[in-house]
């Protein structure tokens, strides 16, 4: 209204021919303004049912997330349940320490016992030397592959020859771990 007055005194201060003129930019100007008046109505009718369309969405959220604070775990908590799993760790490690040194105590204590038997049997035990070889036998002969049921004495007088020969030279210190497929010199063989 107070524009209309300095508008209608500007008016008037013009003349007849600045009247007319001033009358249809003043016409235009008030429609101007009426645009812009309806503009703004439109965007804040807009901006209420947006206002509104978040109101509900923050409601909904807020029934979503109903009795979720008492689930969540603050930082200190955490450092608190790491520190306890720690201190049961640390504990845990103390406790199996322990019981692995009275395992492995144990697992000696039978171990020197077992030793101590062994020699108590073993010094009862005569003394078992070991075979020498010699190089008194036969350099010829010929070469046979044990058959099942073979012995070195079988063998032996089979090709009439000694058992001393034949392990002298094939180096058996065992005659009785003869194998079958095994070959074997025959020194002096016929």
């Known amino acids: 209204m107070r524009k209309l007055l300095v508008i209608a005194l500007w008016a008037g201060s013009l003349g007849a021919s600045g009247y007319a003129q001033t009358s249809s930019n003043l016409g235009a100007h008030v429609a101007s303004l009426r645009e812009d008046v309806r503009i703004l109505v439109e965007r804040v009718g807009e901006l209420g049912l947006r206002v509104e369309q978040l109101e509900r969405e923050n409601s909904a959220l807020m029934q979503a997330t109903k009795g979720l604070d008492s689930t969540y775990a603050t930082v200190s908590q955490l450092n608190g349940a790491v520190a306890e799993l720690n201190q049961s760790l640390r504990n845990g490690d103390a406790s199996t320490r322990e019981q692995t040194s009275k395992a492995v105590q144990e697992l000696a ?51 009439r020859t000694t058992v ?27």
């Open 164 to 190: 001393r020969h034949i392990q002298n030279a094939n180096r058996i210190t065992d005659p009785t771990k003869i194998q079958v497929g095994q070959p074997l010199f025959i020194p002096g063989g016929e």
């Open 109 to 159: 204590n039978q171990t020197n016992s077992a030793l101590d038997s062994l020699a108590k049997g073993m010094a009862s035990r005569s003394v078992i030397k070991a075979p020498t070889f010699d190089d008194n036998f036969p350099k010829e002969g010929l070469t046979y592959t044990i058959q099942k049921g073979d012995t070195l004495s079988s063998i032996a007088k089979q090709f």
